[in-house]
């Protein structure tokens, strides 16, 4: 009741549903009474089979079923690896667009400079999803700078690894400032994303815009993004085969890479993506007046 009453105070023209939490009904339900376009972002939920657990994957299935995603106007993919999967939850292939993530235009205005000590980083939720352990085995006299949010219970077991190994790793705070992160991602030389599960790996893209060497696990979202010419790619939770990617790139010139990893990631700016957005919520707006 209380979102409803939020809805009709703001009397919007709009209503872009961000993920597939049940709240999504009232604001599809609303949208539908008043003849406003609803959009929904799926944020690419679906995961490599595996690690959701399966009583959870059962419940979501069935979530799937009753959300009933053709009922919004358009269905927004964030990737284009997710599109499959919509289309055999029954999506018509005429509601889903693809409208990726921008990355802010502060990414592009200054690169950082691949030096020889290349120092390795990774920027994002230290958490067990994001497979950390595998790049610590991975790590031989290389230095690692691990940024984010991480639990105690999380850090004690990694801290374990890297006293084992006598690693130089260093754990530094979550940065959320624009200039503060761009100034921190131009101290490293390669970006490492050991991930077993990605959407759009938005940290990875902005290492990318700043000319800085990717380095990702094969999940879904960097695959979509890397290739043989713009970064390295290795099987997920493969240290050794992360450990030999790594020992090539210490006498490896990357500026080509480096290049190519900055050229892929302009596809994603920011004004070419919200171009493209104005103009897809503009014309439903049109369409749903005309109707009126």
């Given at each position: 009741m209380?979102?409803?009453?939020?809805?009709?105070k703001?009397?919007?023209?709009?209503?872009?549903?961000?993920n597939?939490h049940?709240?999504?009904?009232?604001?599809?339900?609303?949208?539908?009474?008043?003849n406003?376009p609803c959009?929904?972002?799926?944020?690419a939920p679906?995961?490599?089979?595996g690690?959701r657990?399966?009583?959870?994957?059962?419940?979501?299935?069935?979530?799937?079923?009753?959300l009933?995603?053709?009922k919004f106007d358009?269905?927004?993919a964030i990737?284009?690896?997710?599109i499959?999967?919509?289309?055999?939850?029954?999506v018509?292939?005429?509601?889903?667009?693809?409208?990726?993530?921008p990355?802010?235009k502060?990414?592009?205005?200054s690169?950082?400079?691949?030096r020889?000590?290349?120092?390795l980083i990774?920027?994002?939720?230290i958490?067990?999803?994001?497979?950390?352990?595998t790049?610590?085995l991975?790590?031989?006299?290389?230095e690692?700078?691990?940024i984010?949010?991480?639990?105690?219970?999380?850090?004690v077991?990694?801290?374990?690894?890297?006293?084992?190994?006598?690693?130089?790793?260093?754990?530094s705070?979550?940065?959320?400032?624009i200039?503060?992160?761009i100034?921190?991602?131009k101290?490293?030389?390669?970006f490492?994303?050991?991930?077993?599960?990605?959407?759009?790996?938005q940290?990875?893209?902005?290492?990318?815009?700043?000319?800085i060497?990717?380095?990702?696990?094969?999940n879904?979202g960097a695959k979509e993004i890397?290739?043989?010419?713009?970064?390295?790619?290795?099987?997920?939770?493969?240290s050794?085969?992360?450990?030999?990617?790594?020992?090539?790139t210490?006498n490896?010139?990357?500026?080509?890479?480096s290049?190519e990893?900055?050229?892929?990631?302009e596809?994603?700016q920011?004004?070419?993506?919200?171009?493209?957005?104005?103009?897809l919520?503009?014309?439903?707006?049109?369409?749903?007046?005309?109707?009126?």
């Open positions: 209380k979102k409803k009453n939020k809805l009709n703001i009397k919007p023209n709009i209503i872009i549903c961000n597939r049940p709240e999504v009904i009232i604001a599809l339900s609303y949208a539908k009474k008043n406003i959009l929904l972002v799926t944020h679906f995961l490599e089979k690690i657990n399966p009583f959870l994957e059962i419940a979501v299935k069935v979530y799937d079923k009753i009933n995603y053709n358009k269905i927004l990737t284009e690896w997710e499959p999967y919509l289309l055999k939850l029954g018509k292939r005429s509601k889903i667009i693809y409208l990726p993530n990355i802010p502060e990414f592009f205005k690169k950082a400079k691949i020889k000590n290349k120092k990774f920027l994002g939720r958490t067990e999803i994001k497979d950390i352990e790049l610590l991975a790590l031989t006299d290389q690692l700078e691990l984010g949010p991480i639990s105690e219970e999380y850090r077991k990694l801290n374990r690894i890297i006293r084992n190994l006598q690693l130089k790793v260093k754990f705070q979550p940065i959320y400032n200039k503060d992160k100034r921190k991602l101290t490293a030389d390669i490492i994303l050991p991930s077993k599960r990605e959407g759009l790996p940290s990875l893209l902005e290492a990318m815009a700043l000319g060497v990717p380095v990702s696990s094969k879904q890397l290739n043989n010419k713009n970064g390295f790619l290795f099987n997920i939770g493969k050794n085969e992360l450990k030999q990617i790594l020992e090539k210490k490896k010139n990357l500026n080509k890479i290049r990893a900055r050229k892929t990631a596809n994603f920011e004004d070419k993506i919200m171009k493209q957005a104005e103009s919520y503009l014309s439903l707006i049109k369409k749903s007046h005309a109707k009126a």
